[in-house]
């Protein structure tokens, strides 16, 4: 389970990861699941995308039933992984490529590599809400 220290998760939070990935609906394979979180940024933006940009709550997702969305990538913050599904994966699994214009952060990049070597993708489980804390402002996303 990966927990930032910044993430206001609900008390039964790593339960509902953890139900989502062992009972799946529909016999899917779920290698890994996140809490719902938001950026710490206004407008709220989702930190799980799709290739076509992040999933959007009311579009993506409807916000009266909660469910598993399968995405492309998701944050780290508040992410259960099944550790058998690392294995493959090739070191560093983490890693911040910054390039001219752009930086990888570590999400983005151990995602790609995750998804190269197993051929799976994370999920989303939207009814597990996480705040995400800004101190500096004491804002909770």
Request: hydrophobic letters at 35%; charged letters at 25%; aromatic letters at 10%.
């Amino acid at each position: 389970l990966f927990l930032g220290d910044d993430m206001l998760p609900p008390a039964n939070g790593a339960s509902l990861l953890l139900s989502s990935m062992e009972n799946p609906p529909g016999g899917l394979e779920i290698p890994a699941v996140s809490g719902l979180y938001n950026m710490k940024t206004l407008p709220k933006q989702i930190v799980a995308w799709r290739r076509d940009g992040p999933i959007v709550e009311g579009k993506t997702f409807r916000t009266d039933r909660p469910s598993l969305v399968q995405v492309d990538g998701c944050g780290l913050d508040f992410c259960l992984i099944d550790t058998g599904y690392l294995k493959p994966v090739d070191k560093p699994r983490f890693k911040i490529v910054e390039e001219q214009n752009s930086i990888c952060t570590e999400d983005v990049y151990f995602w790609n590599r995750f998804r190269l070597a197993t051929g799976l993708a994370p999920f989303v489980d939207t009814s597990c809400r996480v705040g995400h804390y800004d101190a500096r402002t004491e804002t909770i996303y």
